[in-house]
């Protein structure tokens, strides 16, 4: 199982510690770190001693997947809940583009 997971550092103490729960009971899941600046790439590699990502890269992928105009949110949603049974823990329902001051990114 190949999971591709987008962490902001300020989202780091949500993110990693589902991520381990994901890696640790489902054996042979393979996590893939977007972030999106260079300088965090370098912070998660330093501090990915325990091989928890797979890969990083420096790039925003989900954004524009989410702002797509085909986007089945349904279908969205079913796969988020898929990772929420798997990792035994509730993420949260996503949203079709994060609020900020109103406006969404996909605005």
């Known amino acids: 199982?190949?999971?591709?997971?987008?962490?902001?550092?300020?989202?780091?103490?949500?993110?990693?510690?589902?991520?381990?729960?994901?890696?640790?009971?489902?054996?042979?899941?393979?996590?893939?770190?977007?972030v999106r600046s260079r300088i965090e790439k370098r912070n998660f590699r330093r501090n990915n001693k325990d091989r928890l990502w797979e890969s990083m890269a420096n790039d925003n992928i989900f954004e524009p997947l989410l702002c797509a105009e085909n986007l089945d949110g349904e279908e969205v949603i079913v796969r988020v809940r898929?990772?929420?049974?798997?990792?035994?823990?509730?993420?949260?329902?996503?949203?079709?583009?994060?609020?900020v001051v109103g406006k969404t990114t996909c605005d």
Do not use: C
Not at 4 to 26: C, D, M, N, T, Y
Not at 82 to 99: A, K, S, V, Y
């Open 82 to 99: 898929h990772i929420e049974d798997l990792t035994g823990e509730f993420i949260n329902q996503p949203e079709r583009g994060m609020t």
């Open 1 to 34: 199982m190949k999971i591709g997971v987008e962490i902001q550092v300020s989202q780091a103490a949500l993110f990693l510690p589902l991520a381990r729960l994901l890696k640790e009971r489902h054996w042979g899941a393979r996590l893939h770190l977007y």
